[in-house]
């Protein structure tokens, strides 16, 4: 059974640089079958953007495919290392209410880990556990 974040991590998360258009992102989540992108600024990690972000912080208030995509990231982000409890990345989400983590060493993005990963290692019958593990739609 899993321990750590290191045994439950998504390696090399999709990344965009700030500057990049939330068009752009929307490419990388759909290429990727994916629902979120991490932004980083010059190689650094600056926040993550989902596809929530992308209808809620610019199609619905007017903004255009071609914004940058740091007009509709969530920053301020916090962080977990790879030698992270998997306890201690739940009490982590729930403390600040995310559903994703970005896993770090130093200042290095290593991967990212989501509430979803953590129900299919913890809890592998639960219905989020399910959702998370099964085929993504077409």
Do not use: F, K, W, Y
Not at 3 to 23: C, K, L, N, S, Y
Not at 41 to 63: H, Q, S, W
Not at 67 to 80: E, H, K, N, W
């Amino acid at each position: 059974m899993a321990q750590t974040i290191a045994d439950v991590i998504t390696p090399d998360p999709v990344t965009i640089e700030a500057t990049g258009t939330v068009r752009e992102a929307a490419e990388l989540m759909r290429a990727g079958d994916i629902g979120d992108v991490v932004v980083v600024e010059d190689g650094r990690l600056l926040g993550i953007v989902t596809d929530r972000d992308l209808v809620v912080r610019v199609l619905a208030v007017g903004g255009s495919p071609d914004d940058p995509v740091r007009q509709a990231c969530s920053t301020g982000l916090v962080t977990v290392t790879p030698d992270t409890s998997l306890e201690e990345a739940a009490q982590v989400m729930r403390q600040h209410d995310v559903r994703r983590l970005p896993v770090t060493v130093g200042d290095d993005l290593v991967g990212i880990v989501s509430i979803g990963d953590l129900a299919v290692e913890r809890d592998p019958q639960s219905t989020l556990a399910d959702i998370s593990a099964a085929e993504p739609n077409t």
